[in-house]
């Protein structure tokens, strides 16, 4: 089955205590992304990869950290989370050329 | 820049009734145009796309939405709706996926409540 996956789910931590969220693909597509999903603010892309070693900051990087070692993986890294960084996150792959883009299932983080 | 407005916060129709989901966009080039709809605890589902072409696209759940490029609007439509389409819709365009970044820019959301 086609998907993206994402680990974990749910998360809670402590402010400053390094974490990483995994996002796997398997559908041999060159585009990864990371959203975050607040409140009245819709999703907003954290950071994203055209292939592998190939990423560059969307609208909301501060305070994340992202690599592509692998064409099916693409880490979500907080090197040390804050309260702010409490959301809903969600990892999407794309195909090149007139496709859509297929998100995970989200991971809720809450950094206390 | 690209941008997305839904400017309905919260909708509530009857179950049966019919159902519009405003959008409108704000991209300098051809749009490619998405509904998404999330699923109390779950990710984003794809229920329809516009590249090209015809204007008025089909989508999965009997969902249907037009293109209308003079009003820079892409609203989302439904003839009858069930308890299971309670959920929340986000509109979303794309930048030309030819040129680097695919990023989606992401309306707010609507939320649709059904009552029976």
């Known amino acids: 089955e086609a998907q993206v996956t994402q680990n974990p789910r749910y998360l809670i931590t402590v402010t400053g205590k390094k974490l990483t969220v995994t996002c796997s693909q398997n559908m041999n597509h060159e585009y990864m992304s990371w959203y975050r999903q607040d409140p009245g603010l819709g999703l907003r892309q954290i950071y994203y990869?055209?292939?592998?070693?190939?990423?560059d900051k969307g609208d909301v990087p501060e305070g994340y950290k992202v690599s592509r070692k692998e064409k099916r993986n693409f880490p979500l890294i907080l090197e040390s989370p804050s309260p702010n960084q409490t959301s809903l996150y969600f990892c999407?792959?794309?195909?090149?050329?007139?496709?859509?883009?297929?998100f995970g299932q989200g991971t809720r983080l809450t950094v206390v | 820049a690209q941008s997305v407005t839904q400017p309905d916060i919260h909708i509530t129709v009857s179950e049966g009734a019919s159902l519009e989901l405003r959008c409108n966009y704000s991209y300098g080039a051809t749009p490619y145009l998405f509904w998404y709809v999330q699923s109390p605890g779950q990710g984003l589902q794809l229920l329809l796309k516009y590249f090209s072409g015809d204007t008025l696209v089909q989508g999965i759940k009997g969902f249907e939405a037009e293109f209308k490029r003079s009003q820079s609007s892409f609203n989302l439509r439904k003839p009858s709706v069930h308890w299971s389409d309670a959920a929340e819709y986000f509109c979303?365009?794309?930048?030309?996926?030819?040129?680097?970044?695919?990023?989606?820019?992401f309306g707010t959301g609507t939320r649709l409540t059904i009552i029976p």
């Open positions: 999407a792959s794309r195909s090149g050329g007139h496709t859509e883009a297929f």
């Open positions: 990869s055209m292939n592998v070693e190939v990423t």
């Open positions: 979303a365009v794309g930048a030309n996926p030819n040129f680097g970044n695919e990023k989606l820019t």
